[in-house]
């Protein structure tokens, strides 16, 4: 009985320690970093007032967990939208409150942070976010910048976004300890004014080379091969087959694809109401809700590994 009783109590402090020992394998204490780029629904318009009370928990827990900076589109001000804290909603411009009818809003990051928060509620993340509405891949996006490519999309005067996008992650990043942070993803979602031909044929046709040329750069930059690279399907049927082109073609790069019927699994609907006469068409609270939630999914079904 006596030693029974010794190998029982050895099982169970084996086990224990196995354990604590699996645990401290698997959590880094390396800051977690996510990459966020794109136009106007990267911005993000959704209604920030639908969120629910249980939601609002799950942001609270997720905040201590998740640090952002945010740098949003200039448009009709001097300077930019900016925010350096914890993850949370957007107190945006007048312009965008009464063309959404919003107070506050938020972009794919919110949901995609409280998801990631749930799965990994001891890793600390940063997600540094740069977005700016209306903009093109093939002009101010363009890591090939030119002002002859810029002006074709009418961008000649909107900052060179690929630099800018560089120059804000780096200034974030060199406030951290050099071994102290991993970056484990970026986000992407572009393609609506690279879409269409008033500016002729080019910015549609070259999407995959330049979408191409974007993740290549940023790899290089941030000497990260295989840095996993998250594309939501947006834009015409050509843009988003010129993403699948690229995904087929880059290792590590996932196009998320969007259900456009009401009843489809991944349907992200959009404000109904007119502004100014054109419809706002901007992702509502449950389209970006649904948005984020399928960039978690989908980094947490390809790429999870990359944080355990």
Not at 25 to 53: E, P
Not at 128 to 152: C, D, H, V
């Amino acid at each position: 009985m006596n030693r029974l009783y010794v190998f029982f109590v050895i099982f169970i402090f084996n086990n224990v320690v196995f354990s604590q020992v699996q645990e401290i394998v698997s959590h880094s204490d390396k800051i977690k970093v996510f990459l966020l780029a794109g136009q106007s629904n990267m911005d993000g318009r959704g209604d920030a007032s639908k969120i629910t009370k249980e939601e609002k928990k799950l942001l609270k827990l997720a905040q201590n967990n998740i640090s952002y900076y945010y740098k949003g589109t200039t448009n009709n001000i001097k300077e930019p939208i900016i925010q350096d804290g914890v993850l949370d909603v957007t107190d945006p411009w007048e312009y965008v409150k009464n063309k959404f009818r919003i107070e506050k809003c938020f972009g794919p990051e919110l949901f995609f942070g409280i998801e990631l928060a749930k799965q990994y509620p001891k890793e600390k993340f940063l997600f540094i976010k740069r977005s700016e509405g209306g903009t093109s891949l093939y002009g101010a996006w363009n890591p090939n910048w030119t002002l002859e490519k810029a002006q074709i999309k009418e961008e000649g005067h909107k900052p060179k976004l690929y630099q800018d996008f560089i120059n804000v992650v780096d200034s974030q990043l060199e406030k951290l300890q050099p071994d102290s942070y991993e970056i484990v993803g970026m986000l992407w979602v572009q393609g609506e004014s690279d879409s269409g031909n008033r500016h002729g044929p080019l910015p549609t046709e070259t999407y995959a080379e330049n979408l191409t040329s974007l993740i290549q750069k940023v790899r290089v930059h941030y000497k990260v091969d295989d840095l996993p690279f998250l594309l939501l399907g947006v834009g015409s049927n050509k843009v988003i087959n010129k993403m699948k082109e690229t995904s087929l073609n880059l290792s590590n790069v996932t196009l998320i694809e969007r259900s456009l019927k009401s009843d489809g699994e991944n349907y992200t609907p959009r404000y109904t109401h007119n502004w100014n006469g054109k419809p706002a068409n901007h992702y509502n609270y449950v389209g970006m809700k649904k948005i984020g939630q399928l960039f978690y999914e989908n980094y947490f079904k390809f790429y999870g590994d990359y944080i355990k």
